[in-house]
């Protein structure tokens, strides 16, 4: 809304204070020039602010809730500042940019057609809660809190996939290390069965040839007895 437009009879703006807005919201040539790709290209000094970062919600929102006040403030009264509402605002906007309809911005705000929007602000009582909408919605801070969100979300499943992993990796662990315990067992009790068996096995073969060896001595030493004898 420029600051030639008459709006202190409404009770909700002043030229001052759009005058001010415009000089908060507008663009400089550079800007606009780097932000659009042709001279016919229509980019809002909202958009290329934003795109910037250089703009804060609230500013935004109470321009809009301005603009939004006085539009409504023209449809419920009859006379020629209605014809405003038909007029092309020309911005700060370089030679030859195209301009941009009052009404694109009231259509784009309210997601509504103009005439709709017209019909609606006849009654103060639907068209109030329509503004109060359009200027609570944020802008591209909901962006960032979608970005950090996601950002929290991805880090969150990535650190509970190597935590996952983790877990899997040291439980793998443990079992080949029991597997390892269990087979050196094994193998340790299958060598003690053997040797036992080994040395079962020698020892009865000793005392066998002992004994044979006793058995011998006898029968001789009672031979020799017998032939003295």
């Not at 759009?18 to 932000?35: G, R």
């Not at 001279?39 to 929102?61: F, G, H, M, P, S």
């Not at 449809?75 to 301009?99: C, F, T, V």
Request: charged share 25%.
């Amino acid at each position: 809304m420029g600051s030639k437009l008459r709006v202190c009879t409404v009770g909700t703006a002043s030229d001052n204070e759009n005058f001010v807005f415009n000089i908060l919201l507008a663009c400089s040539p550079s800007d606009v020039k780097a932000f659009e790709d042709s001279v016919t290209a229509k980019r809002k000094n909202t958009e290329i602010l934003k795109e910037l970062k250089v703009c804060q919600d609230w500013l935004l929102n109470k321009n809009k809730a301005r603009k939004l006040s006085y539009f409504g403030h023209l449809k419920r009264h009859d006379s020629l500042e209605k014809y405003i509402l038909e007029a092309r605002l020309e911005g700060k906007r370089r030679k030859g940019q195209p301009k941009r309809r009052w009404t694109e911005d009231i259509k784009e705000w309210l997601q509504i057609s103009p005439t709709e929007a017209g019909r609606e602000a006849q009654k103060r009582e639907v068209f109030r809660p329509r503004v109060r909408e359009a200027t609570s919605t944020q802008t591209w801070q909901d962006e960032k809190v979608v970005v950090i969100v996601v950002v929290v979300v991805v880090v969150v499943v990535v650190v509970v996939i190597v935590v996952v992993v983790v877990v899997v990796v040291l439980i793998a662990v443990v079992v080949v290390f029991i597997v390892v315990v269990v087979v050196v067992v094994v193998v340790v009790v299958v060598v003690v069965v053997v040797v036992v068996e080994v040395v079962a096995v020698v020892v009865v073969v000793v005392l066998i040839a002992v004994v044979e060896v006793f058995i011998v001595v006898v029968v001789v030493v009672f031979l020799i007895a017998v032939v003295v004898l």
